[in-house]
């Protein structure tokens, strides 16, 4: 298993794949899946795409519309970035063959930060052969 | 792994459950982790109920009332597609045992179209012994 | 595999994390992904703060308030909790090694149920070495 640091914004999605990447190919195996999994209870992980960053803009802007602001009971005020969390995710795999990650060509991994500025951390999990 | 492909509707939601069950088959593995993976971003993959197919016709129905129109910058205009991508995710394990799915009496796996009709394709991975 | 048994309120979120551990450290593997299944399509699983109920407690409300009430055709009138199911998931992945969970301070592993109260049950499936 590998651990990676990531140094956040107020929110906002921040594009892993090369250390993810990187982890599969560290690990010399050939075949298998790789497990992203993001240790946080106000941040999350997702794919989608990266080719244009107005994407991951338009998808926070719309969970910030979606996600309710209500009469929450959770003292530290944060409880839409838990929401959020849950909706996206902390965990996510993904498949690889000949060491490399198998994804579309439009795919990029994303760290989703909902409570931030913050130093996060996320690990990386190759199992196979 | 094994690659399959799909004709898609507009938007629509379509049962994969016998082919997912088939790459199990032909792994000739008896226990592990059925890994499902569409390498889209504006499509995605589910499990819900597959008795009654109203129930992925209300799904999608809500989806397309939860996630707003807004003033997208995407300049392709399909940026509440790449959102319902993410809100199911692209990725799903699935546990097999004596090389068959172990999945609930009413559960199917849906690969879930938001920005079609296309050709799609999705990947299965099994890993296990 | 092991397969554990909840009996749930009308709807709300258990915590399984001492379960799931036990599945780990039962399965005497040392590192690897740890999988948790819930094989229900009107309940799921998810990863969330365990140390302030209220958390969980705010992300029932949220969820209540963003899956809209509507004109469904499913006949059994449960549509929106299908929708809340595939929303959170019915099936996450977490590393372990050494034999323990490797999750965060704050994170807790929740059976999330949306069409109690019933007699439910989940799987956890463990691969490593």
Known sequence: MQEFQVQT??????DIT????AAV?????KDGICQVFVPHTTAGVTINENADPDVVAD???ALNHMVPELNYQHGEGNSRAHVKSSLLGCSLTIPFADGKLVMGT???????????PR?????VQVTGQ
Chains 1, 2, 3 share one sequence.
Do not use: H, N, T
Not at 18 to 21: I, N, T
Not at 119 to 123: C, H, I, L, Q
């Open 59 to 61: 998808m926070l802007k």
């Open 106 to 116: 439009w795919q990029g991994i994303y760290f989703c930060e909902f409570d931030g």
């Open 9 to 14: 914004p107020r929110e906002g999605f921040i």
């Open 25 to 29: 190919s560290a690990s010399r195996m």
């Open 18 to 21: 090369a250390e993810v990447a």
């Open 119 to 123: 130093r996060r951390k996320y690990r």
